[in-house]
T-cell receptor, first 109, second 114 residues
Framework: GQNIDQPTEMTATEGAIVQINCTYQ??????LFWYQQHAGEAPTFLSY??LDGLEEKGRFSSFLSRSKGYSYLLLKELQMKDSASYLC??????????WGAGTKLIIKP | DAGITQSPRHKVTETGTPVTLRCHQT?????MYWYRQDPGHGLRLIHY???????DKGEVSDGYSVSRSKTEDFLLTLESATSSQTSVYFC?????????????FGNGTRLTVT
């Protein structure tokens, strides 16, 4: 079957760095997405990786290793507004998105 | 802003009643999706559409139907609501021509079936 695993909840301190991991097993691979979702709001697109390596976009970076079925989202210089859920989703061979249950990130002052 | 509006934003209904949720877009995108989001689960695809009158089922389509008679509107109908359909429903559009283009989501409809 197809499966996406990510931690349910993480806590970090304002100003620090946090890494949110995502492992996946899917039928084929056409890329991995990260979305941010604040409580009570819609998911919003953060990043897309299809090749191995690190993609940096401001304070957020996303890494992919296809051979390991692994990705992480790295958030630097954490701000209180980064408190949200972070959703990992993999696009399979049929271009269907398989979603993880999300990681709730709590930022403490 | 990808111009997606969902209505209603909140709804409480009784078991056995029909319910229709509406998704409206203003930018003529071809692909539209309905998802449900429940605690402990990832977003789950209910139905999607790839054009006017062109729709297909997702992984959790039982108990739901959809219609797309105009490019801008994608309707989700629960023919006879059940308590298991209490959820937050998100509409999404694919912004971009490529199959790997990201999705943009509406603000969601919180549906409670009593």
């Amino acid at each position: 079957g197809q499966n996406i695993d990510q931690p349910t909840e993480m806590t970090a301190t304002e100003g620090a760095i946090v890494q949110i991991n995502c492992t996946y097993q899917t039928s084929g691979f056409n890329g991995l997405f990260w979305y941010q979702q604040h409580a009570g709001e819609a998911p919003t697109f953060l990043s897309y990786n299809v090749l191995d390596g690190l993609e940096e976009k401001g304070r957020f970076s996303s890494f992919l290793s296809r051979s390991k079925g692994y990705s992480y989202l790295l958030l630097k210089e954490l701000q209180m507004k980064d408190s949200a859920s972070y959703l990992c989703a993999v696009m399979d061979s049929n271009y269907q998105l398989i979603w993880g249950a999300g990681t709730k990130l709590i930022i403490k002052p | 802003d990808a111009g997606i509006t969902q209505s209603p934003r909140h709804k409480v209904t009784e078991t056995g009643t029909p319910v229709t949720l509406r998704c409206h877009q203003t930018e003529n995108h071809r692909y539209m999706y309905w998802y449900r989001q429940d605690p402990g689960h990832g977003l789950r695809l209910i139905h999607y559409s790839y054009g006017v009158k062109d729709t297909d089922k997702g992984e959790v389509s039982d108990g739901y139907s959809v219609s797309r008679s105009k490019t801008e509107d994608f309707l989700l109908t629960l023919e006879s609501a059940t308590s298991s359909q209490t959820s937050v429903y998100f509409c999404a559009i694919r912004v971009g021509q490529e199959e790997t283009s990201p999705l943009h989501f509406g603000n969601g409809t919180r549906l409670t079936v009593t």
